[in-house]
């Protein structure tokens, strides 16, 4: 199991050090970008309401006169998502002021760029200077997390919060640790409570842990996986207990769904809910994530063994899920975007490391194996600079290649 040597070790920290201040410039833009879609006025409005003590709810703010706004959805009592995501940004703003809610992207950003790093050395079994240069780039610059993290959404501070959990579920399971599993359940329970759909990554996350095992006994295994679950579900259960008195349901099937007049009223609404099929994803996601495709087939035709396997299977494992719910919300009369499966982006890029390792290992072939990868990754860092520069969500962004309906 190759791993970094200690002047490695000081070449991937700078390397990784120097990527991530690239990226954090790349979104720099986000600070003259005018923030005027839909959810991003909403948590906006959100945070103006906490910040005034009138509570976390709409009602009483002008926006619900606006005539884009759909009133009856949005005028409640309490707002429908959990409110972690808007505290996170209501802290920022009480800091730093107009320039809060940039920054607290900024900050989500530079967590997940952190955490899928010490991810990735956790639970690849070649890391080398090759394969943390792979999967810093792309931790810095895939381009749905570069989408998400220039727009005052909740995506970002969920993904950060989701990836550093996954770190410390893999790390309690490898060591059997208690404070470890306190902490991984207070980030997934935090990540929870910016959005309840981060239990979509949950199955992945455990397969991880599955394909990291190394001889921890069952029983240390249960008890640390029950701590983890405790603490997250201890952390969650104030806010169900919430909304179940406000709304009479745990998940209330309308939040985030487009109602039927904005449907009908708004081109760009229509396109991604009446127009585009949930089968766009298996499409757009190949033209975005363009490591994706040429990973998969790598660890394919390498038929890599043991650890190696189990992780590939693993993260293929993680994304199928989120790609998976993200197409039967869709089915149901959901929007179709691809920020929507952004909880997929650690696995993407822990899949992407593991080929280029294996690609490498491998030396038969490894020559052109290593070759697709590297233009598979220069376009999808390009793609991702494009679209870090470009605000406005359409289509997300046309793909380099066809429509993007």
Not at 366 to 373: E, F, Y
Request: aromatic share 10%; with cysteine; hydrophobic share 55%.
């Amino acid at each position: 199991m190759p791993r970094d040597s200690s002047g490695s070790r000081v070449t991937i920290q700078v390397i990784a050090a120097a990527v991530l201040v690239a990226g954090i410039w790349l979104r720099a833009g986000t600070f003259d970008f005018p923030h005027l879609e839909g959810d991003e006025r909403i948590y906006g409005a959100l945070v103006a309401q906490i910040r005034g003590g009138h509570g976390y709810t709409l009602q009483g703010h002008p926006i619900l006169s606006e005539n884009w706004i759909v009133r009856e959805q949005y005028d409640t009592p309490l707002f429908y998502h959990p409110p972690g995501g808007i505290a996170w940004f209501a802290a920022f703003t009480a800091l730093f002021g107009a320039a809060g809610i940039d920054l607290a992207e900024l900050a989500a950003f530079a967590v997940f760029f952190v955490g899928t790093m010490l991810l990735a050395r956790e639970v690849l079994p070649r890391w080398t200077l090759p394969v943390a240069s792979v999967v810093s780039v792309l931790a810095a610059f895939t381009p749905i997390v570069a989408h998400v993290s220039v727009h005052h959404w909740l995506d970002g501070p969920q993904l950060a919060a989701v990836t550093f959990a996954a770190l410390c579920f893999v790390r309690a399971m490898r060591i059997g640790s208690r404070g470890w599993a306190v902490a991984a359940g207070l980030a997934f329970g935090t990540a929870c409570l910016v959005k309840l759909n981060a239990v979509v990554a949950l199955p992945g996350i455990v397969a991880l842990c599955w394909a990291t095992d190394e001889g921890i006994d069952m029983k240390t295994r249960r008890k640390v996986a029950a701590i983890a679950l405790a603490v997250a579900a201890a952390l969650v259960a104030p806010w169900l207990v919430a909304e179940f008195r406000a709304f009479g349901t745990l998940v209330p099937s309308w939040a985030g769904k487009p109602s039927a007049r904005l449907v009908a009223e708004n081109p760009f609404i229509r396109q991604i809910t009446a127009v585009r099929t949930p089968w766009a994803y298996f499409r757009l996601l190949p033209q975005t994530v363009w490591t994706l495709v040429p990973a998969i087939a790598i660890l394919g035709f390498l038929r890599t063994p043991g650890r190696s396997r189990r992780v590939a299977l693993a993260s293929a494992a993680w994304i199928a899920v989120v790609v998976g719910v993200a197409v039967a919300l869709g089915a149901i009369g959901y929007s179709k975007l691809l920020r929507y499966v952004v909880l997929m982006a650690p696995a993407g890029i822990l899949l992407a490391g593991l080929a280029v390792g294996e690609a490498i290992e491998a030396r038969r072939n490894a020559r052109l194996l290593v070759v697709i990868l590297t233009l598979a990754a220069v376009l999808e860092v390009a793609q991702g600079i494009q679209v870090a520069r470009v605000y406005p969500d359409r289509a997300w962004i046309r793909p380099l290649f066809g429509d993007a309906r």
